[in-house]
Nanobody
Framework: QVQLVESGGGLVQPGGSLRLSCAAS????????MSWYRQAPGKERELVAT????????NYADSVKGRFTISRDNAKNTVYLQMNSLKPEDTAVYYC????????????WGQGTQVTVSS
């Protein structure tokens, strides 16, 4: 059974930092590209950052470039999102996603973790 479990969310003041974690089980983690998405109330889910499976190349949404860093530890089957200089507009539920493209595409989502940036 595949599970992606996010943790690390919470309430933080503007300018603060949080580190989200997503622990995977039931998959060959190193074979999956991992992404973080977020969804704010009344808005569509949007891609925040991606890290590839082999090279570990990263990509970011323009809105978080220079503030967020995605990384992975294949030995721990975990992907991280370090979020610095947080803004109120970063408030959202953050989800991790695992994707492997083979003959078919395997896609798995976590249940999400709430991040609230407020004074």
């Amino acid at each position: 059974q595949v599970q992606l479990v996010e943790s690390g969310g919470g309430l933080v003041q503007p300018g603060g930092s949080l580190r989200l974690s997503c622990a995977a089980s039931g998959i060959t983690f190193s074979s999956y590209a991992m992404s973080w998405y977020r969804q704010a109330p009344g808005k569509e889910r949007e891609l925040v950052a991606t890290i590839t499976s082999i090279s570990g190349s990263t990509n970011y949404a323009d809105s978080v470039k220079g503030r967020f860093t995605i990384s992975r530890d294949n030995a721990k089957n975990t992907v991280y999102l370090q979020m610095n200089s947080l803004k109120p507009e970063d408030t959202a539920v953050y989800y991790c996603k695992a994707v492997r493209r083979a003959v078919i595409v395997y896609t798995y989502w976590g249940q999400g973790t709430q991040v609230t940036v407020s004074s």
